[in-house]
């Protein structure tokens, strides 16, 4: 496998398209995320840059359009270099008495199971020599964050099972800590907040990936 390739699922926005075009410069991007039409101004961004990408429009909670992806990644090639998961479903806040059941279901499966589904598909296309990230926030135990917090508490623990069984044979599996960025998520969570303090996605994803040396 000559060309580098960068897998990266919820990149349609946010932290995961700012990521996106971040490693298109060194690596062929496949960008996973259920919106088609974030996708392609993507690829238009991605392509004005004189770099390519490939699209990938389905729901990471499917675990057979996500084998398939993984088989056919596998097959056209050998593997990938870097997995970014930053899929995330972001359920609005709400006391844990008042938990909307549909919300808490979306929570799970795309949070936890998910998750938990991708690493035994990814992993082989990793191999030794890969690197897995995965993003913390840690709201877990926080007021009003009840299915947030605590999926995405799960999805991180997770990680670091894997990180801790992996860490002398491979792959890399890190957990990075954004700072808090202006994202549409974040305007959910914390409507009227100053902006301007914030960082943005895109100076975010260059922090992170100078981190890695990628």
């Not at 844990?96 to 992993?123: H, M, R």
């Not at 840690?138 to 099972?161: C, D, N, V």
């Not at 491979?170 to 808090?180: D, E, F, I, Q, Y």
Request: with cysteine.
């Amino acid at each position: 496998m000559s060309e580098k390739i960068a897998l990266i699922t919820g990149a349609s926005r946010g932290l995961g398209a700012a990521l996106a075009e971040e490693l298109s410069g060194t690596h062929h991007v496949v960008a996973v995320a259920r919106t088609t039409g974030a996708l392609e101004e993507l690829d238009d961004r991605i392509q004005a840059t004189g770099a390519s990408a490939t699209l990938a429009p389905m729901d990471v909670t499917n675990p057979d359009a996500m084998a398939q992806l993984c088989r056919s990644i596998h097959d056209r090639w050998g593997g990938i270099d870097i997995w970014a998961h930053c899929a995330i479903h972001a359920a609005p806040l709400a006391p844990a008495y008042f938990l909307d059941a549909k919300d808490w279901e979306k929570s799970v499966a795309c949070n936890v199971t998910a998750t938990g589904q991708l690493i035994p598909f990814i992993a082989p296309l990793l191999g030794e020599e890969g690197t897995a990230l995965f993003f913390d926030d840690p709201r877990g135990g926080e007021k009003f964050f009840g299915a947030y917090g605590a999926t995405k508490a799960a999805q991180i623990a997770l990680a670091r099972s894997w990180a801790a069984e992996t860490e002398r044979t491979g792959p890399s599996v890190r957990v990075l800590a954004p700072a808090p960025m202006a994202t549409a998520t974040r305007a959910r969570f914390f409507p009227g907040e100053d902006r301007t303090a914030l960082s943005t996605p895109r100076d975010e994803a260059r922090r992170l990936v100078a981190q890695l040396g990628a």
